[in-house]
């Protein structure tokens, strides 16, 4: 009976035949199951910290070294003979091989080993070649500081750790899953590893950050050290071709071209873009080609990309790893300290196993030179038996050997009898002399390193990099990445339907009246002519209240839509007037926008996405003795405030209708645009170089050194391209200079423009493929210099300085230019422009404006029948929006 059986859990029935025994596993179950675990974190899912090799990758090295003959050997030969030290099938290891043979580092590779870009597969073992790199040799082998144990069936012998003396895990990068806990350590720069191991030489600080094999683009701002809890953030490396064409370049870690392609046909499928085609022309480097239909925008497809399909990546690392036979959550950092610091210990151990050969060979050399110097040898002609031989060497050696190191041992005079006569014959003592010099310089040299332990530590890692480093440079870019909001970037792939009067809105209302196009994630807020307002997610059919007065895509944390409204207080009450934003609100939660009281409603309701004032006419129902039943109000003159405010009064007296009498502007401010270089985006929020103060009808104006111009409406999700020359605020008025190579008439022209068409992209050079741009100005008198080549049998010209503003007028954008000059050009370049007054620029929303957290009280006019205090003013907002606004009466 086992220790964990109960006496009483086995029942035995003497008198019944056969005897049924019942046995508890509970406690075998628990011992299989930790053994079961046990077994597979440590010997096949995670790698250890001292040589970064799970199992099955330490054994197919250590057999690789086996059959190491400077050959190219079949993967299947190795894949056998890896067998012998580890208990599983070949398709195992065979596989284990293909992705250290991917990793470019340790094995040199022949054949089709597949594609990490692509994900095609290697082909079969018996097909492929491998050996051992020169780097693997170099760093990974030395048997002379190898701890070595029994094989599983015990006939060989294999390592415990492979000496390495490199932060392979590291470079490597390693993941796997086992019972109960898993690993994913993130793969590193190789050069990187290298400086970082010397800064720690060094007694510097240092950080590493991951490098992946895929290239594209990554932000490390949450990396935590590999630790859990990181996360890292991949970004596939898109550009735009032309204006209907993209260019995945790059992919992200832990894709493949197969796998992103499948994620963008499905988002457009579901309707989240919209894709023409896609051309995959991936090779020995990624190129995949997204057609997109005329019309859409390419930097909003860039970004809807990133939120909707495999383009953008989020990788959770976890660093876990084998010490002791026991797992180790530890960060990359930490890793790298312990993997230098060992390498330090490797070296220590090597430099002391050499100096310890050498002072041997010093040794032996000495001894040998004492005796054939000495002719001790003679002195064993006499003797007849072994022992005399040996004690006759011994006495004759006596005198000359105080000079040694250490004594000498009846093993030392043993090998001085096998000197055969040939070469005492042909000893030379300037030669052994020699080459006993040469032992005590390499002892000496050897001696002085494991002195300078650390010296010697940098330099070696200093000859790996000389020596492996080339080609190896960062192919990941750092970058923080913009989070995108889908909801800007989604293809609005449904339309929206709503019954105002009985109050449903909904995408499969299709007999109700259309409101506009909307996507399946988007938010819509609906506002009721009681005064109530939701935000709403978008259904096939949502009832909201009855008597809808105006429905739209909400958008988050929107300051610059500002509601415009009048409502009447309870059945009977006064009329108050309000204006007001809604940036944050709780999704199906029902809001009041009135005082509360019962029989409130709505008399007047627009929405304005610039925060538009418009003027409107008040027309009071005849009654008593009222003397004024009709006024304006300028909603200009109300201030912006919260949706929960009461507003200020308009009248106690009832409201017969409310008209439109004349649209209004924008109260907002211009909001400041900068630029930030970094990340290539368009911000508010300060970061980068201020571009300019933009009102809602402002462009920005984009010059590309191909010859490209074009006046866009600066949006922070823009993308630009990465020959972009000129970003600035357009004038309208403000003429475009440039000088251009004709490719055609090979000759250099001259032209100033203005743009024509806005918002369309117009090329200003001829489409020539020799044509060029040499320089392109926006200053109102630039000057340009000429300087002219040297032409054979001539002197050579003086350069010549151009205002372009006199050489020539101001001309349409498809014009020709004049001709620059008949003489051959070296270069043109751009001087500072003559001081020139630019015409101050007038707008008709310049009004003044205030800061909208600044709160008034209600304001009534002495006789109740007029509005608010005139002195009332606008609130400033920083956002932009594009939404038409919707203005209704009642």
Not at 131 to 153: C, H, M
Not at 228 to 253: C, F, W
Not at 328 to 350: A, H, W, Y
Request: glycine share 6%; with cysteine; proline share 3%.
């Amino acid at each position: 009976m086992t220790q964990d059986e109960d006496p009483n859990d086995n029942l035995i029935n003497e008198q019944e035949e056969p005897q049924e025994t019942i046995t508890r596993v509970t406690g075998m179950y628990k011992d299989w199951f930790l053994d079961y675990a046990s077994y597979v974190i440590l010997e096949r899912a995670v790698p250890a910290i001292e040589d970064g090799f799970k199992p099955v990758q330490r054994r197919i090295m250590h057999s690789m070294k086996d059959l190491d003959d400077g050959r190219y050997n079949k993967v299947a030969n190795i894949v056998g003979h890896t067998m012998q030290y580890h208990p599983h099938g070949d398709a195992s290891i065979a596989d284990a091989m293909v992705q250290i043979g991917q990793k470019d580092l340790l094995i040199d590779t022949q054949g089709n080993w597949g594609n990490i870009l692509t994900g095609d597969r290697a082909a079969a073992s018996r097909y492929i070649e491998a050996r051992i790199s020169k780097f693997g040799l170099d760093v990974v082998y030395n048997p002379k500081i190898t701890e070595w144990q029994a094989s599983y069936d015990g006939r060989r012998k294999e390592p415990v750790n492979l000496p390495v003396m490199f932060p392979l895990l590291l470079a490597q990068g390693g993941e796997g899953i086992a019972v109960g806990l898993s690993t994913k350590i993130l793969p590193h720069n190789f050069i990187e590893l290298i400086e970082a191991s010397i800064k720690h030489l060094q007694g510097k600080r240092f950080t590493i950050l991951p490098d992946f094999p895929t290239a594209g683009i990554a932000d490390f701002s949450n990396y935590n050290e590999g630790l859990r809890g990181g996360k890292v953030r991949v970004r596939a490396k898109i550009s735009q071709l032309d204006k209907n064409t993209l260019v995945i370049s790059e992919i992200p870690y832990g894709t493949t071209t197969s796998s992103l392609i499948d994620s963008i046909l499905k988002a457009n499928d579901k309707g989240k873009i919209k894709v023409k085609k896609i051309e995959d022309n991936t090779a020995a480097e990624v190129e995949i080609l997204v057609h997109l239909p005329s019309g859409l925008s390419p930097d909003k497809t860039i970004d809807a990309l990133y939120a909707f399909t495999s383009c953008e990546s989020s990788i959770s690392p976890l660093g876990c790893v084998i010490e002791d036979n026991k797992p180790l959550f530890i960060g990359v950092s930490e890793m790298l300290r312990r993997s230098t610091d060992n390498t330090v210990q490797l070296l220590k151990s090597e430099l002391e196993i050499k100096l310890g050969e050498f002072e041997e060979q010093w040794h032996f050399a000495s001894l040998e030179r004492i005796f054939i110097e000495n002719r001790i040898y003679r002195d064993i002609e006499e003797e007849e038996t072994w022992e005399g031989v040996i004690g006759a060497i011994d006495k004759g050696l006596q005198p000359h050997i105080k000079h040694l190191k250490r004594a000498v041992t009846e093993d030392d005079i043993t090998r001085l009898t096998e000197i055969r006569i040939k070469r005492i014959s042909k000893f030379d003592i300037d030669k052994a002399q020699q080459k006993i010099e040469a032992l005590e310089e390499q002892i000496a040299e050897i001696k002085h390193h494991l002195e300078h332990l650390i010296d010697y530590a940098i330099a070696y890692f200093t000859r790996l990099k000389k020596d492996y480093g080339e080609g190896r440079e960062r192919k990941t870019e750092i970058r923080a990445f913009d989070d995108v909001d889908a909801t800007k970037v989604v293809i609005r792939n449904t339309k929206l339907y709503v019954n105002r009067e009985e109050g449903f809105i909904g995408t499969s209302l299709r007999r109700d009246e259309y409101v506009g196009d909307c996507s399946d994630i988007d938010d819509i807020i609906v506002f009721t002519k009681e005064g109530k307002m939701m935000v709403t997610k978008v259904d096939s059919k949502t009832f909201i209240g009855k008597n809808i007065i105006h429905v739209a895509v909400f958008k988050k944390k929107d300051k610059r839509t500002i509601y415009n409204m009048i409502y009447r207080d309870g059945k009977n009450g006064p009329s108050y007037i309000k204006r007001f934003a809604v940036t944050g609100i709780t999704r199906d939660k029902e809001y009041d926008l009135t005082n509360g009281n019962k029989g409130s409603t709505t008399l007047y309701f627009s929405a304005n996405p610039n925060g538009e004032a418009e003027v409107i006419t008040i027309l009071l129902r005849q009654a008593g003795s009222i003397k004024k039943l009709k006024w304006d109000i300028d909603f200009a003159d109300i201030l912006i405030k919260g949706r929960v405010s009461k507003g200020n009064l308009v009248t106690k007296y009832s409201i017969k209708r409310v008209e439109l009498k004349e649209k209004g502007v924008s109260t907002l401010k211009p909001r400041k645009i900068w630029f930030d270089d970094t990340v290539r985006r368009l911000n508010v929020d300060g970061r980068g170089e201020l571009i300019g103060e933009f009102r809602g009808e402002d462009k920005l104006l984009i010059i590309n050194q191909s010859g490209i111009v074009k006046t866009v409406t600066p949006e922070v999700t823009m993308h630009f391209d990465d020959d972009m020359i000129v970003m600035e605020k357009w004038i309208p008025k403000k003429p475009i200079s440039a000088i251009y190579f004709n490719g055609e008439k090979e000759i250099y022209y001259v032209k100033r423009f203005l743009i024509e068409n806005e918002g369309r992209e117009e090329s200003f050079i001829s489409e020539h493929p020799n044509s060029q741009l040499e320089i392109v100005s926006t200053d109102w008198i630039p000057v340009a210099e000429v300087v002219f080549a040297k032409e054979r049998g001539k002197d050579r010209k003086d350069n010549l300085e151009i205002n372009l503003e006199e050489f020539i007028a101001i001309k349409g954008i498809n014009a020709l230019g004049n001709q620059l000059t008949k003489d051959k050009v070296n270069q043109v370049n751009l001087l500072d422009p003559l001081p020139y007054e630019a015409p101050e620029e007038i707008h008709a929303d310049d009004l003044e404006v205030v800061d909208e957290t600044e709160v008034n009280a209600n304001n009534t006019a002495s006789d109740g029948t007029e509005t608010s205090n005139s002195n009332d003013m606008k609130s400033s907002h920083d956002n932009d929006a594009d939404e038409a606004g919707q203005k209704t009466l009642f």
